[in-house]
């Protein structure tokens, strides 16, 4: 049983569109991230979100941790094709516990 | 600065081996963490190292093992090779056991045949 599950498991759009990807759990977290993978590449950090209600600007990217630290949303503005990639959310049940992936959405933007 | 380092690439073995990957953090970090990723899924905890010790592990079968330097470099064992153990192995550092975020190595591309 995946403890994160993320939706859409794909999504195809044009450049300039708007997209939000979902990231839900039953489970309570003490912290949540999102990461970015390119092909052949790790994962790279692009937020952590701690505080339930917690929003989060990276230039055109929005984050949002849920009022109750058990679901958080990756919101992109104008997406461009150097969108393109894996993004996974990750989560640690306490600040002490190991961090668990969710399965990710791969994105893809169409120029 | 180097971020975290992982020997090595790419690495095809025979069922029944055994293989050794090795991981370098990045400077100043003290704690490794390994991940496997199989093909479209999401990295999947093995365990995590900290202070040359096992502190967490995930649900994997004791073939795999680990090991923490006192520099803090780590490897990873697997004894016994299965083919569904073909999967980018991924390796993270943090400076510390909390919920910092992780940088992540490029990983090792293992195929087993």
């Known amino acids: 049983t995946q403890l994160l599950e993320q939706s859409p498991q794909f999504l195809s759009i044009q450049e300039g569109e708007n997209l939000t990807v979902y990231c839900n759990s039953s489970?309570?977290?003490?912290?949540l991230q999102w990461y970015r993978q390119e092909p052949g590449e790790g994962p790279v950090l692009l937020v952590t979100?701690?505080?339930?209600?917690e929003v989060k600007k990276l230039k055109r990217l929005t984050f949002q941790f849920g009022d109750a630290r058990k679901d958080s949303s990756l919101h992109i503005t104008a997406a461009q094709p150097g969108d393109t990639g894996l993004y996974l959310c990750a989560g640690a049940r306490s600040s002490a516990s190991k961090i668990i992936f969710g399965s990710g959405t791969r994105l893809s933007i169409r120029p | 600065d180097a971020g975290v380092t992982q020997s090595p690439t790419h690495l095809i073995k025979t069922r029944g081996q055994q293989v050794t990957l090795r991981c370098s953090p990045k400077s100043g970090h003290d704690t490794v963490s390994w991940y496997q990723q199989a093909l479209g899924q999401g990295p999947q905890f093995i365990f995590q190292?900290?202070?040359?010790?096992?502190?967490q592990r995930g649900n994997f079968p004791d073939r795999f093992s680990g090991h923490q330097f006192p520099n803090y470099s780590s490897e990873l064992n697997v004894n016994a090779l299965l083919l569904g153990d073909s999967a980018l192995y991924l390796c993270?550092?943090?400076?510390?056991?909390?919920?910092?975020?992780?940088?992540f190595g490029s990983g090792t591309r293992l195929t087993v045949v």
């Open positions: 993270a550092s943090t400076p510390g056991q909390g919920d910092y975020g992780y940088t």
């Open positions: 979100v701690v505080t339930g209600g």
């Open positions: 190292y900290y202070e040359e010790e096992e502190r």
């Open positions: 489970s309570v977290f003490s912290s």
